[in-house]
């Protein structure tokens, strides 16, 4: 069984950066791909970034330009650098891997960009 567990956010004002980090309780980074998703209240669930096993990256249009996804193979741990933030950014951010083609969910880590 996979874990992951998020950490790094916080209060940030708009235009200010948070590095988001998911830890994976085992080796599966040189494999899998991760994904970043974020919900905010009352809105579904939606895909931030992905990161492929060979280190490919995609993003959403509405963070393209200001997020950056990275992976450390050696800490099993997924990043979400996130510069530039704005209020519709706040969410609860949830990093999440598929294996055997089940998807595994960390618990999630509130960020929250106001003045």
């Known amino acids: 069984q996979v874990q992951l567990v998020e950490s790094g956010g916080g209060l940030v004002q708009p235009g200010g950066s948070l590095r988001l980090s998911c830890v994976a309780s085992?080796?599966?980074?040189?494999?899998?791909?991760m994904y970043w998703y974020r919900q905010a209240p009352g809105k579904q669930r939606e895909w931030v970034a992905t990161?492929?096993?060979?280190?490919?990256?995609n993003y959403a249009d509405s963070v393209k330009g200001r997020f950056t996804i990275s992976r450390d193979g050696a800490k099993n741990t997924v990043y979400l650098q996130m510069n530039s933030l704005k209020p519709e950014d706040t969410a609860v951010y949830y990093c999440k891997t598929v294996i055997s083609g089940y998807d595994y969910w960390g618990q999630g880590t509130q960020v929250t960009v106001s003045s």
């Open positions: 990161i492929s096993s060979g280190g490919y990256t």
């Open positions: 085992r080796t599966i980074f040189s494999t899998k791909a």
